[in-house]
């Protein structure tokens, strides 16, 4: 059985992590550009009977489709980090 004291350690665990979890927030989101740029430069250059793959919905839609769920997100790690607060203050070194 644990007291609420005993999850204050928990709490210090978590608020540590913040800055973490928000710079994998912005690799994800970086990660989702490569690959749709990638994709997108792979079915221009992928010909198939004299025309670019690029050219058939079926390979737009799946491409546009990840385009449209990334953008929203480009900006969200940032303002995210401004809700995380101040990095903690570090104590002076003692002189030794």
Known sequence: MSTPGSLQGFR????????????????????????IDRARAYAGE??????????NQ???????????R??????????ARACAGPPPRRRPASPS
């Open 12 to 35: 210090y665990i978590l608020s540590g992590m913040n800055a973490e979890r928000i710079l994998i927030a912005a690799e994800c989101v970086g990660d989702a550009k490569w690959f």
């Open 46 to 55: 992928r010909s198939v009977f004299g025309r670019p793959i690029g050219a």
């Open 58 to 68: 079926g390979v737009q839609f799946p491409i546009a489709k990840a385009y449209a």
């Open 70 to 79: 990334r953008r929203p997100r480009s900006t969200g790690p940032w303002p």
